[in-house]
């Protein structure tokens, strides 16, 4: 495998540091860190205008950055509404309300209700779906009042699963998000020849 240019190995470092940012507001936002991390903001912050202001020759490492640098975009757009609706004192995008009871009991809600199922090849290729199964999944967590999980040990666990169910000879790995029973179900199936074993 070849050496990683000093432009992947510099991308590698902010899409750490931006790992590391949304854990950190993770955390805050669930009251586990008194402030908000604004040191690691302001250095990504800054590696993202630096970069922004450069010319990256590859094309694959130009596509790195922008998808980075759109990612950044949008949690700090999300992150500073959660911020004042806070200060305005009403929920915000990360305040759930309990789901209200439903006015009549439904008869057999013993099946799940399926929130979202994603399938993967290369999780860590995929990333706006791994975002999308990992919004998915929390936000059914805090709605059932359970803890929140941040994005980097989500992230470990989903690759780690696929890895496993690779090797066994699944070329690709499906995840379900459910809510049974008010509880969250997140289970994983290795899919062979697209189909499900």
């Excluded at 929130?115 to 779906?129: G, H, S, Y």
């Excluded at 791994?130 to 980097?152: I, K, N, T």
Aim: aromatic share 8%; net charge positive; charged share 35%.
């Amino acid at each position: 495998m070849a050496e990683p240019t000093d432009v992947q190995k510099e991308l590698q470092v902010l899409e750490a540091e931006l790992k590391k940012l949304e854990a950190e507001y993770t955390m805050f936002f669930a009251g586990r860190l008194p402030r908000p991390p604004w040191e690691t903001r302001g250095r990504v912050d800054a590696m993202i205008k630096r970069w922004g202001r450069m010319h990256i020759q590859a094309a694959v490492d130009r596509f790195r950055f922008e998808m980075l640098s759109t990612r950044y975009q949008k949690f700090a757009d999300l992150w500073d509404r959660g911020l004042r609706a806070r200060e305005e004192g009403r929920p915000g995008p990360f305040v759930h309300q309990a789901p209200k009871p439903p006015d009549k009991p439904k008869q057999k809600e013993a099946d799940a209700k399926v929130l979202n199922v994603t399938a993967f090849k290369d999780p860590m290729r995929e990333m706006d779906k791994l975002h999308s199964l990992y919004d998915s999944l929390m936000d059914a967590r805090r709605q059932s009042g359970e803890d929140v999980v941040p994005f980097h040990r989500f992230a470990a666990l989903v690759k780690d699963q696929v890895g496993k169910l690779r090797e066994a000879g699944n070329p690709e790995v499906a995840f379900r998000v459910a809510v049974k029973d008010g509880k969250v179900n997140f289970t994983v199936r290795g899919m062979k020849g697209g189909k499900d074993e």
